[in-house]
């Protein structure tokens, strides 16, 4: 999210979570202040190799509910960040998804993050509005949950229906949706967000 009117229309959906970007080279960079939004919604800062102390202040000017983490953060860096901030601070380790994938990279996150999210791997840092295979989740054992991410959009209702009725969507706990619901970089469309959550709830 980037435009404050665009924010509080996004707000009256009740989506679970809100995203800002905290990074510089982003195109839906955040710089402004989060308007009030119900306290139900958890505004998630994301964030890309960004340090300690630069994730903390965001933390506390916006007062965020979770921050992901797109960057190569560390095992070390993610259990420093938790102990830097409040214990409900939620952690989303961003992970990008291509064959060949070794999960095995996941286990020693475990301990050190609440959920993974797995999206597509493509030229940008997220937001490449592409599709990964799906069948290579096939390849988690882990119970840690996650959020599907990676180019999500109107046209995949059904495929996203079927997905959720496989093993592999076991432990998806969230559907992460961005760039094919934008007019631009960070200005949804809110017509099509609530028709794509209206028919998720009608597949359910």
Same mark, same amino acid.
């Given at each position: 999210?980037?435009?404050?009117?665009?924010?509080k229309s996004v707000a009256v959906l009740e989506p679970d979570y809100l995203?800002?970007?905290?990074?510089?080279?982003?195109k839906r960079n955040f710089e402004n202040q989060i308007p009030e939004i119900a306290h139900e919604i958890k505004k998630v800062g994301v964030f890309v190799n960004a340090t300690v102390t630069h994730i903390h202040e965001m933390i506390l000017k916006h007062d965020l509910n979770a921050v992901q983490l797109h $960057?190569?953060?560390t095992v070390a860096y993610c259990l420093e960040l938790r102990e830097a901030n409040r214990p409900d601070l939620e952690i989303?380790?961003?992970?990008?998804?291509?064959?060949g994938f070794d999960f095995k990279i996941l286990e020693s996150y475990t301990t050190a993050c609440d959920y993974f999210l797995f999206d597509t791997k493509g030229k940008e840092r997220g937001g490449? $509005?592409?599709?990964?295979?799906?069948?290579?989740?096939?390849?988690?054992?882990?119970?840690?949950?996650?959020?599907?991410?990676?180019?999500i959009g109107p046209d995949e209702v059904h495929q996203v229906a079927e997905f959720l009725k496989t093993p592999m969507a076991i432990y998806c706990y969230a559907l992460d949706v961005n760039s094919k619901f934008e007019t631009e970089p960070g200005m949804k469309k809110v017509l099509e967000l609530k028709k794509f959550i209206e028919l998720n709830a009608k597949e359910e």
């Open positions: 999210m980037k435009y404050e009117e665009n924010i995203g800002f970007i905290f990074y510089d080279k982003s $960057g190569d953060e989303i380790k961003a992970f990008s998804m291509s064959q490449n $509005g592409t599709l990964f295979d799906w069948e290579l989740l096939k390849g988690y054992k882990l119970d840690k949950p996650f959020f599907l991410s990676g180019g």
